[in-house]
Every structure is written in structure tokens, then in C-alpha cells.
């Protein structure tokens, strides 16, 4: 089986083209074992890129522990540069089904191969049982959820994969690594969150770290990314342009006044091709 290794701001993932190759037997099985750092490829999980009926290609995402995603903002943004640059689709402008619908997005070309891809990530959803989350509110604003580090404020938004985000003065270790696995698996997430640890910085600008479900924590999240940047408008510490800072890299956000849909603009690079067997 052909692979090819790829990231989004150090977010990596194994890559397969399954268009042109046949779908892996077990896609979750493969997942854990590619993912592994040790002794597979190493990675943050698995992403199938799929023949569509209905767009350029069809993204399906494994995290490093088997489970199917939804979407991923970094994940996608590689695909279109996979898609691209490696003649699936020759097309300025491609649609990428997900999890999340059939997605549009902007390819920026340097010296002919992707270089960076600017996502229309749709309408953030907001409404607390679609994100889906046991919590009150549309969406649930700054509610208090207890952790090992005590009580801390969440606000809830799903870009097609749920997300807690959670405001901070300072972002350490123990938050990211006691509270984002317990909360991840709180009783008021059915489907598991993500959770994000925010430092605001400026009306313009965020720092920020997320515990991924079902990776833990990761160099990166766009979709965690763009429910930060809604989460900052909701609450009033963010302009509608923002930048996002990751472990990474950085991300250009914009939830859009007039289409009410979320734009995130970001680098796709390829690492390595190689051959898993079997």
C-alpha cells in the first residue's frame, strides 16, 4: 500500500490514495498500527482519500486510536494539496466531501504544487444537541465544568466535530494533559469533545493548545481553530478576523458577518512517500 506522509502546522497524518488504489481492509486496525511512533509510520491517524459521487474526492479520517472523525481542518487542507499535486484533480477550486458535507476550497500555488489552501469550513453549529453536548444553552456559553484542576469554564461549538473551548490567563501542562483527557470523555460530551485551552492575546491574535479526542494532545487543530475563533466572537474577545497560534504554526480566521461561515486559511506540506505492506 502506497502512502504518503503529510502536515497542517505539524498536525501529521498518514495519507492513501484509495482512488487509485483499493480501500485498506480494516481502516481502523491500520490506523493504530501506521500511527504509532515507535514502531509504524508515526502520525496523528489514518486519512483515506476516497473516490465521490458528489465532489472532487472523499475524505474519511481515522484518529490514532481507530475511532472515525468527523473532519479535520488541517487534514483537509492536505488533501486538497494531495489531490492537487498528485493529479486526482488539476482544479484551482476543489470540493472535498467529509463527515461534515462537501466542502469548497481555495488552492495557493507556488512554483505549481499547493502550497497553502484557504477552507470553507460551512456555519459553526451551535446548537448545544447537534454539537452535540448535554449542556444548556445555544451553544452552551462559559459553563462550569469540573476538572482535576478544579471548575473551568467551557463554551461549546461543533464545526462538524464537537469542541469545548476553555479561556485561560496561562496554558500549562497540567491543564492540557489532567483536564483534556477527563474532560474529553465527560459525561456531558456523548460523542467525546475536544477540548482547547485558549490565551487570548489581543482582539486580533490567540495562543492555544487542544487535546484531541481520541489522539490527545496534538501540535494543531483547525477545526479546534475555528470553534476557538467562534467561541472568542461569542464571548467578546475576538474579532471576526483572527489569527490562531499552535504548537505548529499559525492559522488566518474569519467567521464571515455576511455568510455566517467560518474561512481558515493554512499550509499543506508533503514529508515522505513510502510503502506499508500488506
Same mark, same amino acid.
Given at each position: ?5 503529510? @502536515? ?23 490506523? +493504530?498500527?501506521?500511527?504509532?511512533? @515507535? ?36 487534514? *483537509? &487542507? ?14 484551482? &477550486? ?13 488552492? @495557493? ?16 453549529? !451551535?446548537?448545544?444537541? /447537534? ?20 471548575? !473551568? ?20 501542562? /497540567? ?9 474529553? +470523555?465527560? #459525561? ?9 485551552? *485558549? ?9 492555544? &493548545? ?26 467578546? &474577545?475576538?474579532?471576526? +478576523? ?24 493554512? #499550509? ?8 506499508? #505492506?500488506?
Amino acid at each position: 500500500m502506497r502512502f504518503i506522509k503529510m @502536515h497542517g502546522i505539524g498536525n501529521d497524518y498518514v495519507y492513501v490514495d484509495c482512488v487509485n488504489q483499493p480501500m485498506p481492509a480494516d481502516p481502523a486496525a491500520l490506523a +493504530r498500527v501506521v500511527s504509532d511512533r @515507535h514502531f509504524g509510520v508515526g502520525g496523528d491517524g489514518l486519512i483515506l482519500v476516497c473516490p465521490s459521487d458528489k465532489a472532487d474526492a472523499r475524505m474519511r479520517m481515522f484518529n490514532a486510536d481507530g475511532s472515525e472523525s468527523e473532519m479535520c481542518g488541517n487534514g *483537509v &487542507r492536505c488533501v486538497a494539496k494531495m489531490v492537487y499535486d498528485h493529479g486526482i484533480a488539476r482544479k484551482p &477550486r476543489l470540493a472535498i466531501e467529509t463527515g461534515r458535507g462537501v466542502l469548497q476550497l481555495d488552492l @495557493h500555488l507556488k512554483n505549481g504544487l499547493v502550497d497553502s489552501v484557504t477552507v470553507d469550513m460551512g456555519e459553526p453549529i !451551535l446548537e448545544a444537541s /447537534a454539537i452535540p453536548t448535554t449542556l444548556t444553552g445555544t451553544p452552551p456559553v462559559e459553563v462550569e465544568l469540573e476538572s482535576p484542576l478544579g471548575i !473551568l469554564k467551557v463554551t461549546c461549538v461543533s464545526m462538524g466535530n464537537p469542541h469545548a473551548v476553555i479561556f485561560v490567563d496561562a496554558i500549562t501542562d /497540567a491543564l492540557v494533559h489532567q483536564a483534556g483527557p477527563v474532560l474529553e +470523555r465527560h #459525561p456531558a460530551f456523548p460523542r467525546r469533545a475536544n477540548i482547547e485551552f *485558549v490565551k487570548v492575546l489581543s482582539c486580533e491574535r490567540f495562543e492555544m &493548545r487542544v487535546w484531541e479526542r481520541g489522539s490527545g494532545e496534538t501540535l494543531a487543530c483547525g477545526t479546534g481553530a475555528c470553534a476557538v475563533a467562534v467561541a472568542g466572537i461569542l464571548t467578546g &474577545r475576538l474579532d471576526r +478576523r483572527c489569527e490562531g497560534k499552535l504548537l505548529g504554526g499559525s492559522l488566518q480566521l474569519e467567521w464571515s458577518q455576511a455568510t455566517n461561515h467560518v474561512l481558515m486559511t493554512g #499550509p499543506a506540506a508533503e514529508v515522505f512517500v513510502g510503502e506499508w #505492506p500488506g
